[in-house]
């Protein structure tokens, strides 16, 4: 129903060839076309020269999320349209300017006159990746150029591990770091189990992302805690690999609280104390010194 729209019989055939991949994979699917087109050869001499592939990168990293472009630069293309097919599944994406997908993350980028016949991908997914084959009939058949994708996703991460306690009443900070992506995340958002809380202020949630060139790197806070706070906490920035962490909040502010005040009176108050003790305690111990040592010094002379 694709090739009602092409132009040409001569644009038709190879995509016909190309469109029933699996029926002439076993054999060489350009000898039915040299076959038709060319029995005998007689109107070779007026053909212009071939076209052919000048030099392009043929071993893309893309990142997830990100744009991506796959160069496919022919020469002597003459009127001969370029098509990009996805391996994968043998889905011819582009024809010329034609694009043949419902997926409108692809596009083909052609200036007029220009010989390169570019691939856009927009926001590259992990299926996007693998070969891409760019195409084009030549007098003699077709002539193709892999070109391979690679996907790759920076790795969130949260501060402190997988586990944080907390006391009701506390407040809840966790950070979240991406390191080594290429572009900075557009967004970072946080999940309180299954819910998107980024914007939950009514239970006192803020969140504060900050971008540096090596890192980005996201706040999450909840001022007052509650039991009902606990669980599972996933940060998920838009071009990398979610991370998570167990919120637990304990149900007893007011007895550790009160455990809390006494550990931290104890700890301000002993120091103090002890130094005060030792200060009155050292002079004294001074005034005894002497007569140690003199008890040092006279028990080698009794002996
Ligand atoms: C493409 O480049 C990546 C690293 O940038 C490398 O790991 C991979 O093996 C290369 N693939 C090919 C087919 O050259
Ligand atoms: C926390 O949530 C994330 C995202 O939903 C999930 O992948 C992860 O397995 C969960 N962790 C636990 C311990 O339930």
């Known amino acids: 129903m694709k090739l009602r729209d092409l132009g040409t019989i001569m644009n038709q055939l190879p995509l016909i060839l190309l469109l029933f991949p699996v029926v002439l994979s076993s054999t060489n699917h350009k000898e039915p076309f040299l076959l038709e087109?060319?029995?005998?050869?007689?109107?070779?001499?007026?053909?212009?020269?071939?076209?052919?592939?000048?030099?392009s990168e043929t071993n893309i990293t893309a990142q997830l999320e990100g744009s991506i472009f796959l160069h496919c630069p022919v020469v002597n293309s003459g009127d001969r349209a370029i098509s990009w097919i996805?391996?994968?599944?043998?889905?011819?994406l582009t024809n010329g300017v034609q694009t043949y997908t419902s997926d409108d993350r692809f596009s083909i980028l052609h200036k007029e006159g220009s010989f390169d016949w570019i691939l856009q991908i927009k926001y590259v997914q992990?299926?996007?990746?693998?070969?891409?084959?760019?195409?084009?009939?030549?007098?003699?058949?077709?002539?193709?150029?892999k070109v391979f994708?690679?996907?790759?996703?920076?790795?969130?991460?949260?501060?402190?591990?997988?586990?944080?306690?907390?006391?009701?009443?506390?407040?809840?900070?966790?950070?979240?770091?991406?390191?080594?992506?290429?572009?900075?995340?557009?967004?970072?958002?946080?999940?309180?189990n299954d819910?998107?809380?980024?914007?939950?202020q009514e239970r006192g949630i803020t969140v504060y992302t900050s971008h540096s060139p090596e890192k980005t790197q996201s706040r999450f806070n909840i001022q007052h805690a509650s039991p009902s706070d606990s669980g599972n906490y996933t940060c998920k920035p838009s071009n990398a690999i979610p991370?998570?962490?167990?919120?637990?909040?304990?149900?007893?502010?007011?007895?550790?609280?009160?455990?809390?005040?006494?550990q931290s009176s104890l700890?301000?108050?002993?120091?103090?104390?002890?130094?005060?003790?030792?200060?009155?305690?050292?002079?004294?111990?001074?005034?005894?010194?002497?007569?140690?040592?003199?008890?040092?010094?006279?028990?080698p002379q009794l002996l």
């Open 37 to 55: 087109n060319h029995p005998s050869g007689f109107y070779l001499p007026d053909e212009p020269a071939e076209p052919e592939f000048a030099d």
């Open 86 to 92: 996805r391996l994968r599944d043998w889905h011819i």
């Open 126 to 145: 992990e299926r996007d990746a693998g070969v891409y084959e760019c195409q084009v009939s030549t007098n003699s058949g077709t002539i193709s150029r």
């Open 149 to 192: 994708l690679n996907v790759v996703s920076p790795v969130a991460f949260i501060l402190g591990g997988d586990e944080y306690h907390i006391d009701r009443g506390s407040q809840i900070s966790l950070v979240c770091v991406i390191e080594k992506a290429p572009t900075a995340p557009q967004f970072v958002f946080w999940f309180h």
């Open 195 to 200: 819910r998107m809380v980024n914007y939950d």
């Open 243 to 262: 991370a998570s962490i167990q919120v637990f909040v304990s149900k007893s502010r007011v007895d550790k609280m009160e455990a809390l005040h006494k």
């Open 267 to 299: 700890l301000i108050n002993t120091p103090v104390d002890t130094s005060q003790g030792t200060r009155t305690v050292f002079p004294s111990g001074l005034h005894l010194l002497p007569i140690l040592w003199g008890c040092f010094l006279v028990r």
